[in-house]
């Protein structure tokens, strides 16, 4: 699926400095993404942040009022249907027709994108709908509806698929079987997967990289594994004087990511945070020290921090 060679080592998906307004409502303020080849990547933020307009853009349907969109090497808006003829997507206006059946919805897809004949039936296959072939798409029950929608996006096999909230609608043994045939996609077939989701839960187990949108900017991008590592280390410390310590911490340690979370107590959740030199460091600066707690942060309660507030 990915070996054609255009615009090899390029990233996948590369977007640069994104904006986008309606009206007075900023829906994106600064988006930047580098999804390389054959990876998942987790679009993850709350209701509201931006994910949908992000994909929109991705897709050429909203125009950017600012920003540069890169597609497998290619500009996006240089090259919107060469571009495009390489992406499948799954996103909520893009359902199957209820009147048609299941082969003839994927029948249809493959002659709207020129693919061989054995496409609609392979596509079939890989998402496990042969049963239901001859069923009239409406009256699939959700989960089998969300797998027909994945099929579609992937009949003419595309190098990047996106995917909109892929687990909407599914019951939990059915998120468990499009995570198993997206990782496959993905690690197996080296089709990039850039999915949004607003469930952290969803990401974490699918991931490899991990883009956190909040509030129409994107706050952090990291690899998954690193992401997990760095949210797991968080201290904790009660001082006399919060200020002078965090002037040490800062000056001595160099320690950056250090926030006030009480009158007297500071929370230290920098990836270089070692409890013993923290307390070295502040006994050393003549503080008074009265509580040390070295614990982990979550990436749970780390997204949480980030986007400010519950989910
Ligand atoms: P959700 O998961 O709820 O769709 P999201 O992260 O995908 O959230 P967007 O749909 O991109 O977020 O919306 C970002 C902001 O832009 C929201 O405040 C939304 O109300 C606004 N918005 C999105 N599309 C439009 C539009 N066509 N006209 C006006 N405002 C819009």
Do not use: C, W
């Amino acid at each position: 699926m990915s070996g054609n060679g255009r615009g090899a080592g390029a990233p996948a998906l590369l977007a640069r400095g994104l904006a986008k307004s309606y009206g007075q409502v900023r829906a994106v303020r600064d988006i930047s993404i580098e999804a390389r080849r054959g990876e998942i990547y987790g679009f993850l933020g709350r209701n509201g942040a931006g994910k949908t307009t992000t994909i929109r853009m991705i897709l050429g349907l909203v125009r950017p009022d600012e920003g540069e969109i890169e597609i497998l090497g290619s500009s996006l808006r240089r090259d919107r249907a060469g571009v495009l003829s390489r992406v499948g997507y799954l996103v909520e206006s893009a359902a199957a027709y209820p009147k048609l059946s299941v082969l003839e919805n994927l029948e249809l897809q493959r002659r709207l994108t020129r693919s061989p004949k054995a496409a609609a039936g392979a596509a079939m296959e890989t998402l496990g709908l042969e049963q239901y072939s001859g069923r009239l798409a409406g009256r699939l029950s959700l989960g089998n509806k969300q797998r027909l929608s994945i099929a579609r996006a992937l009949v003419h096999r595309p190098e990047l698929l996106i995917l909109d909230e892929p687990a909407n609608g599914l019951d939990p043994a059915g998120i468990i079987e499009i995570r198993a045939l997206l990782k496959r996609l993905a690690h197996e077939e080296g089709v990039t997967i850039f999915m949004s989701s607003h469930l952290l839960d969803e990401v974490e187990q699918l991931a490899d990289r991990i883009g956190i949108v909040h509030e129409g900017r994107l706050v952090e991008e990291a690899e998954a594994a690193d992401l997990s590592a760095r949210s797991l280390r968080s201290v904790e410390i009660e001082v006399d004087d919060p200020g002078k310590a965090e002037a040490a911490l800062r000056e001595f340690l160099g320690l950056r990511a250090i926030e006030r979370s009480g009158e007297r107590a500071l929370r230290v959740t920098d990836p270089l945070a070692d409890p013993a030199a923290i307390a070295r460091t502040i006994v050393g600066a003549g503080l008074g020290l009265s509580r040390l707690v070295a614990g982990s942060e979550d990436l749970e309660s780390h997204f949480m921090r980030l986007t400010g507030g519950s989910l």
